[in-house]
C-alpha cells in the first residue's frame, strides 16, 4: 500500500501559477503510475494529467495542455504538478493518486487508481 499527501494548493489570481506536491509513503513508489485529478465545486472528479513509473509516457486532459506539467522525483517519492495560466474554471480540489495498473504505461480513468491523497484546495480569482 502507499499513502499519498499533497500540499501547495491556495488562493491565486487568474494567470498565476502554482506547484502542487505530493508525498507517497512507502518504498515501491517508482512501482507505480501517478495522476492527477480534480473536483470543482458540484462537479464530478476528473482526469488532470498522469506520469508513467520511470516518468517516460505522461497524459494530459485537454484542459492542462500547455498550462500544467507533470512530474516526479522517484528517489524523493514526490510527484508534482505545475500549474500555469491559471484560470477561474480550475478551482478545484486537487488529488494525487497511484496506480499499480500493468496494461499501459499511463492510465487516465479514476477507477484505476487505487490509492488517493486527501486532496489540496485551488482557488483561482480574477
Known amino acids: 500500500q502507499v499513502q499519498l499527501v499533497e500540499s501547495g494548493g491556495g488562493l491565486v489570481q487568474a494567470g498565476g501559477s502554482l506547484r502542487l506536491s505530493c508525498v507517497a509513503s512507502?518504498?515501491?513508489?517508482?512501482?507505480?503510475?501517478m495522476g492527477w485529478f480534480r473536483q470543482g465545486p458540484g462537479k464530478e472528479r476528473e482526469f488532470v494529467a498522469a506520469?508513467?513509473?520511470?516518468?517516460?509516457?505522461?497524459s494530459y486532459a485537454d484542459s492542462s495542455k500547455g498550462r500544467f506539467t507533470i512530474s516526479r522525483d522517484n528517489a524523493k517519492n514526490t510527484v508534482y504538478l505545475q500549474m500555469n495560466k491559471l484560470r477561474p474554471e480550475d478551482t478545484a480540489v486537487y488529488y494525487c493518486?497511484?496506480?499499480?495498473?500493468?496494461?499501459?504505461?499511463?492510465?487516465?480513468?479514476?477507477?484505476?487508481?487505487?490509492?488517493w491523497g486527501q486532496g489540496t484546495q485551488v482557488t483561482v480569482v480574477s
Open positions: 493518486a497511484a496506480s499499480s495498473r500493468l496494461e499501459a504505461a499511463v492510465v487516465f480513468t479514476l477507477e484505476k487508481y487505487a490509492y
Open positions: 512507502g518504498r515501491t513508489f517508482s512501482t507505480y503510475i
Open positions: 506520469i508513467s513509473k520511470g516518468a517516460g509516457a505522461t
